[in-house]
């Protein structure tokens, strides 16, 4: 029985391994496997153990964010997997990963890691350290679950937490993530592909040549929208997929959206992609949407697609 839940966990690092180093820009910056000391040994304890010597890292993550000016990101990557559906009630279960992400991340302060990627980075002012927990299931199932909406309300007021932030990672939102991006390296190559950096008010410095870049900032994991830029040959194409299932109104919003990134060079198409879009369904509307535009170039170069892969194959 510990050798198979070996395999499975084993399996589960493969799959966020392939995601940060494959699919969103960290194949060279992405760790894995580390182990740091406990500096609260006491207070983060397993059950039944007299002390807490050790935590481990199942991936670590380090880069000066394009959101925020003169800021260094760290991320702690946790990676739980299941070959099992989620459980019926997942928040005892779930509660227990997310504690013990939330002290990882506090003795990692204290770690010699910390203090070496602090002192490799230049021209920043501050550092903040965000934990990703990726808490996956093999389980057809279970397989596009929404977890997050059945944990949102878990309670973790018995313990004494301190972090900055912390991001789940379930079915649903993996799913999402894989099926936008594998479709896109798949087509066009790693080179040619990357992310868009808006303008959040807190990253003035941001220039022309800076708004994308390969890495996908760990925020966007928590976004239903993902813009990228992708270049084929001498053309440009603005790219932006969405969680959401495909409705009329999102439709306007997002060719609305795509105007504002006008910094992104001349684009020669604009594609918008849903996870559910079907032409015989609803191209109609499509039409109808488009109809509406201003400008007829710009309603010539849009066009609506799906996006579809399945992560639990990588």
């Known amino acids: 029985m510990g050798e198979w839940s070996k395999k499975i966990g084993e399996q589960g690092e493969d ?28 207070d983060h304890k397993k059950k039944g153990s007299e002390k807490r010597l050790t935590h481990g890292v199942d991936g670590l993550v380090s880069y000066k964010s394009p959101l925020f ?7 702690i ?15 005892e279960k779930f509660k227990d990963f997310f504690v013990e992400l939330a ?13 070496e990627i602090n002192s490799a980075t230049s021209n920043v002012s501050d550092t903040t350290i965000t ?25 973790f007021q018995s313990y004494n937490l301190s972090y900055d932030k912390i991001l789940v990672v379930d079915n649903s939102r993996m799913e999402f993530l894989f099926n936008l991006i594998q479709p896109i390296k798949n087509s066009f190559g790693n080179d040619n592909y990357d992310f868009i950096y808006p303008k959040t008010g807190m990253n003035n410095s941001m220039t022309q040549n800076n708004s994308f870049g390969k890495k996908l900032p760990l925020q966007y994991f ?40 006008n ?22 509307t499509v039409k109808k949407v488009l109809a509406q535009l201003e400008s007829v170039n710009y309603s010539d170069q849009i066009e609506v697609v799906k996006h579809d892969f399945d992560f639990r194959n990588v």
């Open 15 to 42: 799959i966020v391994k392939y995601f940060f180093e494959e699919l969103i820009g960290y194949r060279n910056s992405y760790r894995t496997n580390i182990t740091i000391d406990c500096n609260h040994s006491d």
């Open 69 to 75: 000016d003169e800021l260094l990101e760290i991320g």
């Open 77 to 91: 990557i946790s990676s739980k997997y299941t070959f099992d559906k989620y459980p019926n009630k997942p928040k």
């Open 103 to 115: 002290f990882t991340m506090k003795c990692f302060l204290h770690s010699p890691n910390y203090r």
């Open 131 to 155: 934990g990703v927990l990726f808490y996956l299931s093999n389980n057809e199932e279970s397989r596009s679950q929404n977890l997050v909406e059945e944990i949102a309300d878990t309670s």
């Open 222 to 261: 928590c976004s239903n929208i993902i813009p990228i830029r992708i270049k084929q040959g001498s053309n440009t194409i603005l790219f932006i997929g969405t969680r959401d299932k495909f409705d009329e109104n999102d439709l306007l919003k997002l060719i609305g959206l795509s105007k504002e990134f």
């Open 263 to 284: 910094h992104l060079e001349a684009t020669t198409k604009t594609m918008i992609s849903f996870p559910d879009y079907n032409k015989l369904s609803h191209n109609e």
